[in-house]
Nanobody
Framework: QVQLVESGGGLVQAGGSLRLSCSAS????????VSWFRQAPGKEREFVAA?????????YYADSVKGRFTISRDNAKGTVYLQMNSLKPEDTAVYYC????????????????WGQGTQVTVSS
């Protein structure tokens, strides 16, 4: 059975950093484009960052995180990362990783597999 798992969330003060990880079982993650989405209570899930199968040279970011977050992948380890720097209280949300077979996308419905999420809380 296919399963994606996020890790690395937690509580951090504004201006701090966290690194999230996404790993998979039941599929070879290196063959998939991977994105991070986030959802705050009472709000719709929104796109954060994406990386293609080509690797770190082909990435895309939401304007709200551009210059602060970096998505990368280590295909030898089968892991995708989201490095989050200069965190703000508005970054507080549950963060999800998602995978699809083909090119990267910012659309939720384009993704086939989802993790259960990891909580990120940024205090002021």
């Amino acid at each position: 059975q296919v399963q994606l798992v996020e890790s690395g969330g937690g509580l951090v003060q504004a201006g701090g950093s966290l690194r999230l990880s996404c790993s998979a079982s039941g599929l070879t993650l290196s063959r998939y484009s991977v994105s991070w989405f986030r959802q705050a209570p009472g709000k719709e899930r929104e796109f954060v960052a994406a990386i293609s199968r080509s690797g770190d040279s082909d990435t895309y970011y939401a304007d709200s995180v551009k210059g602060r977050f970096t998505i990368s992948r280590d295909n030898a380890k089968g892991t995708v990362y989201l490095q989050m720097n200069s965190l703000k209280p508005e970054d507080t949300a549950v963060y999800y990783c998602a995978a699809r077979r083909w090119s990267l996308s910012t659309r939720e419905n384009d993704y086939d597999y989802w993790g259960q999420g990891t909580q990120v809380t940024v205090s002021s």
